[in-house]
């Protein structure tokens, strides 16, 4: 997905092509050096307290470019080749944002793809694609963590996923 209809642009980052078994970073990374050092803080203290409640890694990585990428494929592999996954399932969710390309997208793993589904993916672009369009990267970073904890909890308490059959 592009914030403003372009294609995405290539990166220098490439991935390691050996799966870690552990995380390799923390769940909020700013690679490309748009959130202050508190701010950051702050939404790894929230990114934590998500994923250990509800067993489920929920992570996102600011990169300035996609280097030869989609935004699919660069998210699908940040998850992959830098460990993140919570438990023997490796269950997890992350969303990547290029800010130089201004293109972003969100991949799921393991149970996270029952947990997050379309309907609830949609759901979470309205929180925070009004502050990926105004640049407010902490904003956005903060507002995506805020609906992976409303669609997770919503899943516990109710047995299933937000989705759209089960939405009154």
């Given at each position: 997905l592009s914030l403003d209809g372009g294609t995405p642009a290539p990166d220098s980052t490439q991935p390691n092509l050996q799966i870690p078994a552990q995380r390799l970073y923390d769940r909020v990374v700013d690679q490309a050096g748009v959130i202050g050092e508190t701010e950051l803080a702050q939404l790894n203290t929230m990114a934590d307290a998500i994923s250990e409640r509800y067993g489920c890694d929920v992570a996102v990585a600011f990169v300035r470019?996609?280097?030869g990428y989609s935004a699919q494929s660069?998210?699908?592999?940040?998850?992959?080749?830098?460990?993140?996954?919570?438990?023997?399932?490796?269950?997890?969710?992350?969303?990547?944002?290029?800010?130089?390309?201004?293109?972003?997208?969100?991949s799921t793993y393991g149970s996270a793809g029952y947990s997050f589904t379309d309907y609830g993916q949609l759901y979470m672009d309205e929180k925070y694609l009004p502050h990926l369009k105004n640049s407010?990267?902490?904003?956005?970073?903060?507002?995506?963590?805020?609906?992976?904890?409303?669609?997770?909890?919503?899943?516990?308490?109710?047995?299933?996923?937000?989705?759209v059959s089960y939405v009154e």
């Open positions: 470019h996609v280097e660069a998210a699908d592999d940040f998850y992959d080749y830098n460990g993140y996954g919570y438990g023997t399932g490796d269950d997890g969710i992350i969303f990547m944002v290029a800010v130089e390309d201004r293109s972003f997208a969100i407010d990267w902490s904003a956005a970073a903060d507002a995506y963590l805020d609906a992976c904890a409303e669609l997770l909890d919503y899943e516990q308490k109710n047995g299933v996923a937000y989705d």
